[in-house]
């Protein structure tokens, strides 16, 4: 009989709190998704290249499970207390009636426990069927298909999910039911009485004065802020990364503390011309971003910090395109009357494209000695007469310290083109070219428009041009050989001072279509199940391609994760906020039924305060967002765009909003509810 009771009970609950209830299903789903990465396919095959590296991120998973749970406690306790708040006139009734106290506490950890029970049934479900969605969606944005795919279910991941979820859920429920059902009768019958409201009336004396001042002095921060983001963000300084913070984050919350003020302004001028219920809708938002300033403040920051870790994560995984960069399949350590026989050989020539010698060499020589006179003076000078910063610096600092490059033969480095379909270098007899591995970050940039102007190296008692193109495709499989800055030379010039018959790298590619009909991954390791058994020593794209794979994954999935988080806590008390708000203010509604307004145009008044409310709240973290979004990817690597890649952010995009309308849908058919309650409205 009870426990029928408390069923039916958490039926009603569920229905009137539909916005809460989605919540705890979107976190549960979150939880598991995360917890559930260590036994995910692609990080099982990345433990076989990247296990050192996996484990550090498999050990950051219990700080971001603890970090959720503080987050998800915040949620259930801020959305428990609206909902036995809503319930205190059913609860008193209930003593009124003869329940001891003991039996309504216990109804109520009833219902939580039954109501976690069903949101665990509905999302663990919808977690696994994610886990694998992700598992491939992952594998795609990096161009490979998964050795070995098959579906897994994290035992530990959902175990995690269930004990983490009870433990917040009833350590909440315990705080708040405790309280509850402590209270007298009396308390709780007229714990709903409407709180008396601060009267609106236009003044004009310190208050108005102070809140004009929040409204001017939020935006100069966040200006401020915007645009020492574009300036200094680009170096991330974290000194400077703070104090754009610190600015950011005052400036939004005396922009939300003055708000308020703006919104009276509007509704002065617009008094003696408005029509229907406008004004009505105008002073509700206005004492709503009055009352409420500071949790619409930290909503829209949270709303920010999930659209910059959603920007993040997916400039993560189509940075990191391990294929966007594949030049090299496998680059072989060695001599070539001992690699050319295997390579050759009936096992391995029908899977082979090519395969050529890699001819570079440091300019000095065995002795450790220059074997002529080098200077980079002239490319110093042109570096010099850039406008004064930090990657100035940079550059200078390692060209004084890069005295003896390496020389890379042209003819090794056309062929490396040609194997991977761009286009050949064409060289003079007095140009060279420009190489090196490191093509990120703002030294990178300014050392491509320094080379635009076209500046000079001295090579013995010659000058040579530098052409205008930096170049920095991998020379080999796994860049086991990272070079700062090199020089990409003729071969008349390079045979000058070394023997091309010393060559001691040899890549290797595989053939297009054989990578087609097996993917890349699974082509590379039947190939390399065929040379292991040869004894060549060797560098497979399979360990430089794991690491791409490892940094998009630990980018994505983490961030991701945090900005879903973010954007459910962010929403979920924005919600609860209006429909508190709503509540306390219910007689105003009333009021305006008895004056003859008719139910649906008070609905359509509501609905218009919930769209301009959170759309407030989302306005202010958009803007800070493309500001926050455009330095973070300016100071990333540039990321490869293509129609795919546009399609995928245009899908993020799109799950934002999404979300947002969602949940915006759900606040406006709850306030429906509410006031059609009122005074049996209908």
Aim: with cysteine; net charge negative.
């Amino acid at each position: 009989m009870f426990f029928d009771f408390v069923k039916r009970n958490s039926r009603k609950t569920r229905k009137e709190n539909g916005v809460y209830f989605a919540s705890l299903i979107v976190s549960i789903v979150a939880f598991y998704v995360i917890l559930s990465l260590g036994e995910q396919d692609v990080m099982l095959y990345l433990k076989t290249i990247e296990s050192n590296a996996v484990e550090r991120l498999l050990l950051m998973i219990p700080v971001l499970y603890g970090v959720s749970l503080v987050f998800v406690f915040f949620l259930v306790y801020f959305a428990n207390r609206y909902q036995l708040q809503q319930r205190s006139h059913e609860f008193g009734l209930y003593l009124m009636m003869g329940m001891k106290q003991s039996k309504l506490f216990f109804m109520i950890m009833g219902e939580t426990i039954w109501n976690g029970i069903v949101a665990l049934c509905i999302g663990l479900p919808i977690s696994l069927f994610l886990t694998a969605i992700i598992n491939l969606t992952t594998s795609r944005l990096v161009g490979m298909g998964i050795i070995g795919q098959s579906f897994r279910i994290s035992w530990t991941g959902i175990g995690l999910t269930i004990c983490g979820f009870f433990i917040v859920q009833l350590l909440a429920m315990l705080l708040l039911s405790f309280t509850m059902s402590r209270k007298e009768p009396m308390d709780l019958l007229h714990e709903e009485k409407e709180k008396s409201q601060t009267t609106l009336a236009p003044k004009w004396g310190a208050a108005s004065l102070l809140y004009g001042a929040a409204l001017l002095f939020g935006t100069i921060f966040l200006c401020v802020a915007y645009g020492m983001a574009i300036l200094y963000l680009r170096n991330f300084d974290y000194k400077i990364f703070a104090l754009i913070l610190l600015i950011g984050v005052g400036g939004t919350f005396f922009l939300f503390r003055g708000l308020g003020s703006l919104i009276g302004v509007y509704v002065k001028r617009k008094g003696s011309t408005s029509t229907g219920l406008s004004m009505f809708t105008a002073r509700q938002l206005q004492e709503n971003v009055l009352h409420q300033w500071s949790s619409l403040a930290i909503s829209s920051l949270l709303i920010l910090m999930a659209l910059v870790c959603f920007a993040f994560g997916t400039s993560t995984a189509l940075t990191n395109s391990a294929v966007a960069n594949r030049t090299v399949d496998y680059t072989f350590n060695g001599e070539e009357n001992e690699i050319a026989p295997v390579l050759q050989s009936d096992k391995l020539a029908p899977y082979i494209e090519t395969y050529y010698g890699m001819a570079l060499h440091s300019f000095y020589s065995s002795e450790g000695e220059p074997h002529y006179h080098f200077a980079w003076t002239n490319l110093i000078e042109t570096i010099s007469n850039q406008a004064d910063s930090e990657p100035k610096e940079i550059l200078l600092n390692n060209f004084s310290m890069q005295s003896m490059p390496y020389f890379i033969a042209l003819s090794s480095y056309n062929s490396m083109l040609e194997a991977a379909g761009k286009k050949t270098i064409v060289l003079a007899d007095d140009e060279v070219a420009m190489y090196t591995s490191d093509d990120t970050g703002a030294p990178y940039d300014l050392l491509k428009d320094t080379l635009k102007k076209n500046p000079s190296v001295e090579i013995a008692e010659n000058e040579y041009t530098l052409l205008p193109t930096l170049y920095s495709d991998n020379i080999v499989a796994d860049r086991a050989i990272t070079l700062m800055y090199s020089l990409i030379v003729p071969d008349a010039l390079f045979e000058q001072y070394f023997d091309t018959e010393e060559t001691w790298l040899w890549n290797m590619t595989l053939k297009d279509d054989f990578i087609e009909e097996k993917g890349l991954m699974q082509a590379m390791f039947e190939v390399d199940q065929l040379l292991d058994p040869t004894g060549l020593q060797f560098e497979s794209y399979l360990a430089s391609m794991g690491r791409q794979l490892f940094f998009t994954v630990a980018g994505s999935y983490t961030t991701f994760y945090l900005g879903v988080m973010f954007l459910i806590i962010a929403n979920t008390v924005l919600g609860l906020n209006f429909l508190m708000q709503q509540r306390s203010t219910r007689g105003r509604y009333q009021t305006l039924a008895m004056l003859g307004a008719n139910v649906e145009a008070i609905c359509a008044s509501a609905r218009k305060q919930i769209w301009l409310y959170f759309s407030l709240v989302i306005s202010v973290a958009v803007v800070s967002g493309i500001f926050g979004i455009w330095s973070l990817l300016t100071a990333m690597p540039t990321t490869v765009y293509s129609l795919k890649n546009s399609a995928v952010i245009a899908l993020v995009v799109l799950l934002f909003i999404l979300i947002e309308v969602v949940y915006i849908r759900m606040i406006q058919r709850k306030s429906d509810e509410e006031i059609r309650k009122l005074n049996e409205i209908d």
